[in-house]
């Protein structure tokens, strides 16, 4: 009798499944790994601080800055810690904030310095101690003091303005006020001298009756357009050193029962709230910057050293247009239009 053989049962043998099980352990593993190594580049990325330091809290450009600056941080999973002085000329919360976030740990500082000096020896021990800083729109003296700085070119902004108004005023003799930010602004200088290589005058000119300090906002400035209209009350050209300071100066000059008629006003920064006022003839001409790419720019310089060691360094321009509601001959310009799409505030 013959016996029937069996057939081999189908499906996996031993050996197949010990393979399958030793390479799906394998699969594990990787994972596993891959997503520590994961977990690990954010925990990274999120242990980086950034420290943004202002001249103040209140002015349109350093609010708009500090949004920028967060929004940045936030897209490069960084923690940002922010300060700023309780005006454009208060040195002393500067020096502290500088200190405090060197001892916090922040991996590098952006900073517009109150002054051209006085926060030098702070940033140079917060430099010491592997900091990185980099000043955004104003620069330090020397500007070695820092390790870069990401910035309009002020005196540029300055020429253009400068020259606007001379344009504007047709080469006659004027009589001009200017209103300056404070002693000791490195920014302030650079525009102020920038206008006047604009309008093709030196410091002391005759045609200058009075240059006061308006700390960069619409009250002070407003009261320093006031003692000015006090030493000359036909004023023909106004320069300020940015759009807060030159409503205050219309606020004057409006108060005194003046007209913008044969006025020209110039300014700069580039708000929103400063371009409409270009549009309503309060200013006819500003410069405007870009505060929101000077932000972002120095979050990214932070991001990259923390991660590679890697330094930003010398200067970065950041962009500077004309915006004038009026073109004159001879000095470009961009259009209200644009300056209204490529606002901040």
Known sequence: MRHLQRRPQSGPTRRTVRITLALLALVGATTAVLVAASGTTASKSASITVGLITKDATNPFFVKMKQGAKAEAQRKHASLKTAAGKSSSDNASQIAAIENMTTAGVKGILITVADAK??????????????????????????????????????????????????????????????????????????????????????????????????????????????????????????????????????ALKKAGKSKSGLTIVSVDGGCAGVRNVRADIIDATSQQYPLKMASLGVDAVVRYAKTGKKAHGYTDTGVNLIAKKAVIGVKSKSVAYGLKNCWG
């Open 118 to 251: 006085a926060e030098n020896n702070a940033i140079k021990k917060a430099r010491k101690a592997g900091v990185l800083v980099i000043a955004l729109d104003s620069p330090t003296t020397p500007k070695t003091v820092t390790d870069a700085l990401f910035a309009t070119n002020n005196f540029n902004a300055g020429v253009l303005i400068g020259k606007y108004a001379r344009a504007a005023t047709k080469g006659k003799r004027v009589t001009i006020a200017m209103l300056d930010e404070h002693a000791g602004s490195s920014v302030g200088a650079l525009r102020h001298n920038g206008f006047l290589k604009g309008f093709g005058i030196k410091n002391g000119n005759r045609q200058i009756a009075c240059v006061g300090n308006g700390q960069g906002q619409t009250a002070p400035s407003q009261t320093a357009m006031e003692n000015c209209l006090q030493k000359a009350p036909k004023i023909d050209v106004v320069y300020t050193i940015n759009e807060p300071s030159a409503l205050g100066a219309w606020n």
